[in-house]
DNA sequence: TATTGTTATACTCTATAACTATA
DNA sequence: TATAGTTATAGAGTATAACAATA
């Protein structure tokens, strides 16, 4: 008999889902930096320069707490913050060419830990999880 | 174009997985729980009495924080804890009559949160996306 | 010596309330 | 009045180090 919670979905996705993170997080710890950090980055390489509520919706992380990260990535001139002319009230964030740049760097260590997390599943098996998983993400608030 | 991201599969669990996390949470605060309680009797109702290095290990959960969840649930009634005769060092967690019960009731409510989850996704995806996700979970450490 | 459970503690992540400035 | 961003802060979750009891 498998030994493995199985009972709910919902609750399998909360706990694969800790273990991907916990694994970002070491792979990102060594850039000084943490999972909402390239969330950010990669958010703004998929769809350009975005408000920052825009970015916060994308990433599922609250407005009040993307603030702090951010910052983090402004202070590193990795991502540029500027008033939109358009509606003073928001700060539109985009990519420097160093944000491009370890952006590109990380993709070979995401793919990394990607393969070890996945490992136990045959190739086919990882591109029907992962459609599943992108429409499921699809219609999230 | 979709706006969401979906360049990475362990991204999308980590993101998904918080969602799910948070549902979770907000339904068991009502009770006064949180997932990782839940986890436990799920857990005990699953493989039967079991010792608490187990249990952490089957809910991705470090022993020390463990220890906490487990107090908890000693101290509502919903599992006891007993040293084992055969290695005194370990203690042997079981469901009590009442965690039996409460874990019954909440099923109900996990089956609710699971489908305002999963609501964008027919019936026979949800099969697949469950079946992918335990296989998964069963390659897990 | 190694392992199970435990305590204490620091650190990170998340959620709650209220403020500023713009609209 | 409503919205985007921000600040401060409390709370929950996680990780690090060291200890007691037992094997």
Known sequence: MDERLDASTGYLLARLGAESRRRWARMLAEHDLAPHHLAVLMSLGHVGPAHQQRVSALIGVDPRNTVAVVDLLQHRGLV?????????????????ADGVDLLTKLR??????????????????????????????????
């Open 80 to 96: 540029e913050r500027a008033v939109d002319p358009g509606d003073r009230r928001r700060h539109t964030l985009t990519l420097t």
């Open 108 to 141: 070979e260590q995401v793919d990394a830990v990607e393969d070890l997390m996945l490992g136990g599943l045959p190739g086919d098996d990882r591109v029907r999880l992962h459609g599943l998983l992108a429409r499921l993400a699809g219609t999230l608030p």
